[in-house]
Each structure stands twice: as C-alpha cells, then as structure tokens.
C-alpha cells in the first residue's frame, strides 16, 4: 500500500479537482489584487492630493515690516529653512506713474520662480531671462499704459522705460500691476523687496512647523500662512482619505464575503472525502488541518500573483488619474496576506461545522 | 410545472440561494454605494472648495487701477466707477443663476477715524461695505458665505441708519491698534457732509481676524456704507461663487469667435467663463472674471478627486461583479445531479436552461433591488459622516436612475456568471452526472 504523505495528499487534491481549485485560486487573487491595489493607492493618497494642491500657490507669505527690510540673504535663508521641495519666491512693490499719469502698482520678483509658484497666472508670455526691463503688464493696467512695448513708469522723480512683453491675467490684484525684474526694480526705485511667499508641500502640521522654523530664521518678520489654503487643504485631504478608507473598507467586505461563499461551498462539496477520510480513521484535527492547509496553500498562491495584479491596477488607476506613477509597496504585503489567510481559514473552518455533526456512514450511504 | 419547479427552488434550498444572494446583495450594495457617491462628490468637494472663496469677481469695466499695497489703498477716492446694487438682482435670471451659490457685494471706501476719547491724529482706515447673511431668493449669503476662513468674535454689525452711531465690525489690526474690545466706540469721519469733517461714534459688535494682520477694516452693512460715501446703490466690487465645471479646452475659446451654433453649447456649459460672460451680458457696465487662483485650482482638485472616484467605483464594479458570477457558478455547479435528474426524465435543454436562467434572474432581481436599498442608505451615511457639519449633509443619497442601472448590471453579471456552469452541467451525459453523484 502506498503511503500517504500530506504533500502527496494537498497535490492530489489540488490537482484532482482542477477546476476547482483554478476557481478558487482565481478567487483568492481577486480579493488580494482589490486590497492590494486600493491599499497601495490609500497609501499614496495623500501625497498625490497634496501634489495637486500645490496649484494653488503659496500658502505661506512672510512679509518685512517697512523699518526693516529683508537681509539680502533672507530668501536663502528661507529655502533652507523650508526644505528642498518647497518654492519661494520674493516680491517688492512700488507705486509709480505710468506716462497717462495713472498710479500703478509695480512689482519687482524673479520671474523664473514666479512662473513655478503662481501656476495659475494665465501669461501670453513670459519675459525672457536675460532681458534686464521685460515686464510682464496686467490685463487692467495694459489699459492705463500708453505703448506696452515701452512703458513709461516714473517713481519719485526717475523714470523708467519698461518692454511690456506679455499680458497676466488673474482675476486677482495681479491684473492691476506691472511685474518686472527684481533687479532692475531694486536699481531704479531703490526699493528692495518686501514680500517672500513661499508654497510649503504638505499638511497643516507640515505649514505650522515650516513657519516655526521660519520665524526662528528670520526674526523680526511676520509669517503667515495663508490661512483659507491651509485650512481647506487639510479639510478636503481628510475627507478624501476618509472617503476612501470607507470604500477600501465596503470593497474588501464584498469581495471578502464573495470568496468566502465560494470557497466554502467547495469544502462543502467535498463532504464525502471528509466522511471517507473519517471513516478511514482520520481524526477531526488531522482533518481539520488538512482542510486548512489546502486553503492556505491557495491564498499564498493568490497573494503572490494578486499583489502583481493589484499594483498593476494601482499603478494604472494613478496613471490615469494623477498622472504620476504608483510604484507597488511592499509595506501592504503583509496586510494583504493576513487578510487572505483569514478569508481562506475561515473558509475551511466554517463549514467543518456543519460536517463535525454529520455521520461518516450516513454520508457515504448518501444520505 | 415550470412555477412549481422555481418555487421549491427556492424554498428547498434556502441555503444556497442565500449564498449566491449574499453574494449579489454585497456586491449591489458596493457598486451603488461607491456609484451614489461618486455621483454626488463633485458637489461636497464644491462645497468644500468653498472655502478658498469666490471663483467670480465683477468690477465696473470703467474703474481704476486698485492700487494696494500691503493692505493700505492709495487709490485716489474720486474718479472711480460704481456698479449698482439693485442690478444684482439680474444674476437671478441669467442662464447658470441656480449655479451660483454665493454673492457678496461690497463698497470700499477711504476713510479716517480716531479714537474716542483722546484728540490724538486721526489715521486711514478702509470702510468696506458688504452684506451679512443677506437674503438673496433662496440664499442667505454675503461676507461670511464667501469668506469662510474669517473668525468672527461677538457678531456683524445691523444697518440702523437713523441711530446716532454706526454698528461696525473691525479688523483684528484695527482692534489692536485703538485697543477696542466688543462694545468699545471710536470716531469716524463722515465723507457725506465733509463739512466741518463730522465724526460719528461707530460701536464694534465684532472683531474679525481675517488672516492678513496688516488691514485697517471697518466692516459696516452696505447702506451704512453707501451713506457715509453718500453714494445711493453703490457697489465697488462682487465677489460671486458659483458651481462650475472644470475648465478645458473649448472653455478657453473666446465665444464671439464662434459659430453660432457652438457658441450656444459654450453658453450652455457651466464654465466660469460662461458665467462671467452671461453677467457680463446681464449687468451693465460690469467686467467680470473669473479669479485664476480658486477655479484653476479648484477644477484640478475637483477632477482628480472624483476621477478617483470613479476609477475606484469601476474597480468596486469588477470586484462586485466577478465575486457574483463565481458565486453564480458555484451555486448552479452545486446542482448538477438536479440537472441530471431533469434531463433522463426527459426535459429538454431549453427548459433546464430557461428555468436555471429564472432563478438567476429572480435572485438578481430581489437581491439587486435590496443591495441598491441597502447602498444608498450606506452612501447617503457615509456622506453624511465623512462631510458632516457643512449644513447641507443629511440629503438623501436615493438616486433613482441607479435602481434600474445597478439591477440590470447584477441582472448581466448573475446570467453571465451562471451560463458556463449550466453549459458544462447541460453537456454532460445524464448518467454520467447521476453515477457521479450517487
């Protein structure tokens, strides 16, 4: 007589039934594939939404008092003090008079940071870097200037002769201003600059110890946050998140429940090997772990194909939507992987109740 | 025969009918759930974009440069342009009037005031004239609606123009500076009778920190303002917040270069262009446009979170309908002596086919329609929880077109499920099932 080893035994059963088997396998990588793919957008969610907060600009603005101006290395000092992945750019404003004799706000700044910061600014075109007078003109103050290619601005007494090279159009105070080369500013109107506002990525908790560590940096200034950006930024964040955790939550208790149906109906199936076995001397433990090994040995086979599929899914889901990749983790292996041992065991061991009552000679009988 | 048949079906075997109906039931309340909110989410993040404040403003065309810097207006007090109060009446009858859900009018004015019981100099103030909680058809709005991110201690101040004082409310600087609390009086000058320079006692009700430490505001009612400017119906500046769709290409296009045909669908889109032109359209002399900051940004923030909504209810819909079409399968694969029975007593394939088929179809039916029950009742309490305390939270999530939509997917996805099963079961030889079984 052949002696039966557990391998021998799990092999036969997987493959006798194949069709079986290949649907439950098929079902446990469903439900690892959903958790995987939903856990692995969960966890980059809140990266991804606060990347796309990032268009609405600076939410942080550190303003000079007029007795001390900023130091020339304040905007340095600012960039170090608020990480490498925050933008800041500097400001000085001024109000001149253009050649229709309107008064005018004009405002000196790097165009180049500008350009990342404020992305929302509709610009025809941005002035050249080189160019030491392009200036860009408001859509409203374009209607109070003469020639927009040189654009006559006096401030106490110099004047100026600016190269108006495109049009900014906001809807914001932007459109009334005249914006043009923080150096070229500095030179004529001998003002320096007054205003550094800076996009600090994040949440809240990442704004306030930015800020602190900005007020530490530069005394004598006032930092404020930019505070309906800041606040409403967090608000939509956590709702998002929470929306999202209710649907990770509702999805995997349906695909959950699913499995579990299927997977316990074919254990259910298969009352009369249990009473054969039964009958053959085989214990209740020796049975019951045999059940569960079975289902064990297919929910680690569906993790591992179903966290390739749900990265993939992931991945593809933020493509689509973010347009940034999601690179797979492997942080939400191991939730995944207890999630499916725990649908696979209960799968096996819900229906051992109902067999543990029946009599192996009944069964056979076919009764 | 064939109503007997589905009957004892049904009430012999409970048990598995439960599965499959389980599974349905779960996978329906999933689908509607994730659907009702994904159809609703583009109106909660609206209305929680809602803080970033008005996505609209409207200037008259003929106004002048403002002219502010660092919170102090150097604007030269003549020469600038009004709109008309009463014309805001008229955003009531443009085309996308039911999309706007804010509007808050405002008059700025230059101004000076000093404190009240000193001869100390006076100094600049802004006098800004707005609606508090105004009744405006079925809206109640005005500041507060729009700037939801001002902190308001005590309350706004009333309009009571024939009273010897004004009731203002005053910036947090302005407070700190003259050291008012609420209740506190101090001096303003009256630009009407500039004779002799009056001053009127204005009484703080409120004292509002608006987030930008540098403004010397005194917030009145508009008609207070109208008054001390002596300007009847006079407005500076609206801000509007309106619902709109996310700008994209053809929003873009200027629309007196279209033909007229496409120029209608322009119009007839909720763009914020479009709603800028139509107020345009609607209010004489008024320049209206949309604030770059709030709808560029907002549009962005809206698609990508209700894209992920979707995409995440697509993936509910194939999670739902693959975990249903295996239970399907398992619950008909269960029962292929039955089908073996039926045939060697002579049914024909058809009607083996077309009672298995009933049953499908009836539990998809019953468990379809109670899943779309159970799911908008989730949605509508998920909704509730998750954007609690923005007033409108508590609307019922019992979208109607969704019944017939997610009970004919449960419907397609119960038949297709079940179709290989009685395939295969059908195929086989009677008697080789029944030997199998025995």
């Known amino acids: 007589m052949v002696k039966l080893s557990v391998v021998g035994m799990l092999r036969r059963s997987l493959v006798h039934r194949r069709a079986r088997s290949f649907s439950a396998l098929i079902a446990m990588t469903v439900s690892a594939g959903v958790a995987t793919a939903l856990l692995t957008l969960y966890a980059d969610l809140d990266a991804k939404l606060h990347k796309e907060f990032r268009s609405f600009g600076a939410n942080v603005v550190i303003t000079a008092p007029p007795s001390s101006p900023f130091r020339p290395d304040a905007l340095a000092r600012v960039r170090q003090a608020a990480g490498p992945d925050a933008l800041a750019a500097e400001f000085g404003y001024a109000v001149a008079t253009t050649d229709t004799g309107t008064p005018v706000v004009v405002s000196g700044t790097d165009f180049a940071a500008v350009k990342l910061l404020d992305s929302w600014w509709q610009v025809d075109a941005w002035p050249d870097a080189t160019a030491a007078n392009g200036a860009l003109i408001g859509q409203r103050a374009a209607q109070f200037v003469g020639n927009e290619h040189a654009v006559g601005l006096t401030y106490a007494g110099h004047s100026v002769t600016l190269q108006g090279v495109g049009r900014i159009k906001t809807g914001g105070d932007e459109d009334s201003r005249i914006y043009m080369p923080l150096a070229a500013f500095t030179s004529w109107t001998g003002v320096g600059p007054s205003v550094i506002e800076v996009q600090v990525p994040g949440g809240a908790a990442r704004v306030e110890a930015t800020m602190a560590r900005l007020r530490q940096e530069l005394p004598d200034m006032q930092v404020q946050p930019v505070r309906q950006l800041v606040e409403g930024e967090s608000k939509i964040v956590d709702r998002t998140h929470a929306l999202m955790y209710g649907a990770v939550l509702l999805i995997a208790l349906t695909v959950a429940v699913s499995v579990l149906a299927t997977l316990s109906a074919s254990v259910l199936e298969r009352r009369r090997d249990f009473a054969l076995m039964k009958a053959l001397g085989g214990s209740q433990g020796q049975l019951m772990g045999m059940f569960l090994l079975e289902a064990l040995v297919l929910a680690l086979a569906g993790v591992a194909a179903g966290f390739v599929v749900g990265s993939a899914a992931a991945w593809a889901i933020s493509e689509e939507n973010f347009h940034t990749a999601t690179l797979p983790h492997i942080s939400v292996l191991p939730l995944v992987f207890l999630l499916n041992v725990a649908i696979a065991a209960m799968a096996a061991l819900l229906p051992l109740r109902v067999l543990r009552g029946l009599q192996p000679a009944a069964l056979l009988k076919g009764e | ?438």
Not at chain 2, 420 to 432: D, N, Q, V, W, Y
């Open chain 2, 1 to 438: 025969m064939f109503f007997r048949l589905l009957m004892e079906s049904f009430l012999r075997q409970r048990r598995r009918k439960m599965l499959a109906g389980v599974a349905i039931l779960l996978g329906t309340t999933a689908v509607t759930a994730m659907l009702a909110l994904a159809t609703t989410i583009g109106d909660r993040i609206h209305k929680e974009l809602a803080v970033y404040g008005a996505n609209i403003v409207v200037y008259p065309k003929a106004d002048l440069l403002d002219v502010k810097v660092g919170g102090v207006d150097v604007k030269p007090a003549s020469g600038g342009a009004y709109l008309e109060e009463s014309d805001l009446e008229k955003l009531k009858g443009i085309f996308w009037a039911n999309n706007i859900t804010g509007v808050s009018p405002e008059l700025r004015l230059n101004d000076q005031a000093r404190p009240i019981d000193s001869n100390e100099a006076s100094f600049p103030v802004s006098v800004v004239g707005m609606w508090f909680n105004h009744a405006f058809g079925s809206l109640k709005t005005g500041t507060s609606q729009l700037h939801p991110w001002w902190r308001l201690d005590g309350r706004w101040p009333l309009a009571e123009p024939d009273s010897n004082h004004w009731e203002v409310a005053v910036s947090s600087a302005l407070a700190k500076k003259l050291n008012l609390q609420i209740g506190s009086k101090f001096l303003m000058r009256r630009l009407a009778s500039l004779e002799g320079g009056g001053y009127t006692a204005a009484y703080v009700t409120g004292i509002v920190s608006t987030g930008d430490q540098t403004g010397m505001d005194v917030l009145v009612p508009l008609p207070v303002a109208q008054a001390i400017a002596g300007k009847e119906n006079a407005v500076s500046r609206v801000e509007i917040s309106a619902r709109t769709k996310p700008e994209d290409a053809f929003a873009r296009v200027d629309p007196d270069s279209l033909p007229p045909k496409q120029r209608e669908i322009w119009y007839c889109r909720p763009y914020a262009n479009s709603i800028a032109y139509q107020i345009r359209e609607a209010i004489p002399g008024a320049q209206a446009e949309q604030v770059r900051r709030v709808e560029q940004s907002e549009g962005n923030v809206l698609s990508r979170i209700s894209g992920l909504m979707w995409l995440i209810s697509a993936a509910a819909l194939l999670a739902a309908g693959f975990a249903v079409s295996a239970a399907m399968a398992t619950a008909i694969l269960e029962r292929r002596g039955e089908i073996g029975l039926m045939r060697s007593l002579g049914a024909s394939k058809g009607a083996i086919a077309f009672l298995f088929y009933t049953e499908s179809g009836l539990l998809a039916i019953f468990a379809g329609t109670l899943g779309y029950l159970l799911g908008s009742g989730l949605a509508a309490w998920l909704g509730a929880r998750i954007f609690a305390g923005d007033g409108g939270s508590a609307q019922a999530v019992l979208i109607p077109v969704l019944l017939p939509v997610v009970v004919a997917l449960a419907l397609v996805v119960a038949i297709a499920g079940s179709t290989p099963s009685i395939r295969a079961a059908l195929r086989m030889e009677p008697s080789a099932i029944l030997r199998a079984d025995a």
